[in-house]
């Protein structure tokens, strides 16, 4: 049985296979190839640069939201926002102390990177060698998918760094099958449902590969059963909320399946969305593709017959496709929720895969595993350059029209937001707009519970001897209604049309 200690035939096995591999990479011993070594070099990775990108809108809403005391956010969250809870209310604690710059914000998300890629090299470790585990925990420092969650102020990072941590306590679980282990196991999948609901893809995964692995079926499944019962009343509360994921597009099988293929892994996000990378780094994101799945192809060819190596098969495989077919089938039938940053906690099991392809690598051909760990982490920095913001930075981001409205000469006395949501510069960058009204706003975040405030008409006497006043509409609406404007006796000066916003700006007199 799989699920009881080896006998001395097969670790006999496993150190014919295992040590093979470790010797060419000439990993063991080398003190900066450990698990914290690995994980202060992708905190470097997230770190570097993480204070470039201007703030984004999911960002601004994790700055409304935790930028208001316990009572209030406690309101918010029983209309919007509560899959995202328990990570607003860790960031109400943490910006209490550090504030709201982009690195007070974002650090925690490199921290949690960080520990995700130690985590993954000891996850490696465990179930092949030591060269398994660096060279997977190195795949995971430099892959897009965590780069990015690293370097936004969100729970993407937090939810790689659970699904690792619950891995090894499934592990555990699995190996003494003690009722503390799996005890702990469910609390940190509990947790892990609480961070984010797309989570409990991550359990649903470990219990099927505790089926086909006939490791401790019934424990695990036990398990599993006691955290959906522990977290369907959140589920079923979340759920309740689904119309503030109605701005994700409604795509086709095939466009969804494109989109996953392309950003689940190998590049991240655009900022903002629409913002298309260069066609020279759209060219490095597809090589990456290309030589990580390869490798992963390869991996698992020439594993497939390696008992020693069905554990981390079966985890690896069922911890990435199953939770990406599940969000991909509800996407195509039901209602369109596949966002390639909802499923981050993936891509540990992802990078494990690729490592082991690496690994695989015949140890004759040692130099390949050098090439190959070289082209990985080159050609995956290229695309950070986007997602850091060091090419191609839109013109339109928040920190650019706060930079504007703070540095200009003649910076508006009031502003009018044609939507509420689209005040998130004013909550992103407060001191660049404090000596600016606005006119629009009736009821504060706060005050609302909201994440944007409640917007009420302007009128032609508020805009009446107000002088310079800018109008922000969105770019993608009907034409704005500027018709108090025109009853004030406003003078259009100028008017800027974005990706994503029109900036009308007028005289006031």
């Not at 990479?25 to 990108?53: D, K, N």
């Not at 961070?195 to 692995?213: C, E, K, N, Q, R």
């Not at 005040?423 to 975040?445: C, H, I, W």
């Not at 000066?493 to 009308?504: F, P």
């Amino acid at each position: 049985m799989l699920n009881q200690p080896p006998d001395a035939q097969e670790l006999q096995q496993r150190d014919r296979v295992a040590q093979p591999e470790e010797r060419p990479m000439q990993l063991s011993g080398v003190r900066w190839t450990g698990p914290a070594r690995v994980g202060l070099l992708a905190f470097c990775v997230a770190f570097v640069g993480l204070w470039i990108p201007s703030f984004w809108d999911d960002e601004i809403a994790t700055i409304s939201a935790v930028d208001r005391s316990p009572a209030q956010l406690l309101v918010l969250l029983q209309s919007v926002d509560a899959v995202h809870g328990l990570y607003y209310f860790m960031m109400h604690a943490w910006t209490s102390v550090f504030g709201f710059s982009e690195i007070a914000l974002r650090t925690p998300s490199a921290l949690a990177v960080g520990l995700a890629c130690a985590g993954t090299v000891v996850i490696g470790r465990k179930l092949g060698s030591t060269a398994l585990g660096v060279s997977s925990g190195l795949v995971l420092a430099v892959l897009p998918r965590m780069v990015w969650a690293g370097t936004e102020a969100r729970q993407s990072a937090f939810t790689a760094l659970l699904a690792v941590i619950l891995t090894l306590l499934l592990l555990r679980a699995w190996k003494s099958n003690r009722v503390l282990d799996w005890v702990l196991y469910a609390l940190c999948a509990v947790i892990g449902v609480w961070t984010f609901m797309f989570f409990v893809l991550a359990v649903a995964a470990h219990a099927f590969a505790a089926i086909l692995l006939r490791r401790r079926p019934i424990a695990t499944a036990a398990a599993c059963a006691a955290v959906g019962a522990g977290v369907l009343p959140f589920l079923l509360f979340a759920m309740g909320q689904k119309a503030q994921v109605s701005w994700i597009e409604n795509r086709s099988l095939a466009q969804t399946l494109s989109t996953a293929a392309v950003k689940q892994f190998f590049y991240g996000e655009d900022r903002p969305t629409g913002n298309l990378p260069p066609q020279w780094i759209l060219a490095f994101v597809a090589l990456l593709g290309v030589v990580e799945v390869g490798l992963v192809v390869w991996g698992l060819w020439t594993s497939r017959r390696m008992q020693q190596a069905r554990t981390l098969l079966v985890l690896c495989l069922t911890g990435v496709v199953l939770p990406i077919a599940g969000l991909v089938l509800v996407s195509v039938v039901a209602q369109p929720v596949y966002v390639a940053r909802y499923l981050t906690f993936t891509a540990p099991a992802f990078a494990l895969l690729v490592g082991l392809g690496i690994v695989s690598i015949p140890a004759r051909r040692a130099w390949l595993r050098y090439a190959a760990v070289a082209v990985v982490v080159a050609v995956s920095l290229v695309p950070q350059l986007t997602l850091k913001s060091l090419v191609n930075e839109p013109p339109d981001t928040e920190r650019k029209i706060g930079d504007h409205v703070a540095a200009d000469a003649n910076a508006p006395a009031a502003m009018v937001f044609e939507h509420a949501y689209l005040r998130d510069m004013t909550l992103a960058y407060p001191d660049d707009f404090r000596n600016v009204q606005d006119l629009s706003l009736a009821v504060s975040p706060a005050e609302s519970g909201t994440l944007w405030g409640e917007n009420a008409a302007v009128t032609p006497a508020q805009l009446s001897g107000k002088g310079n006043v800018w109008f922000i509409g969105d770019a993608s609406d009907a034409p704005d209604d500027l018709s108090a404007f025109a009853s004030a006796g406003c003078t259009e000066t100028q008017s800027l049309m974005y990706a994503r916003m029109h900036i009308v700006a007028f005289a006031c007199s």
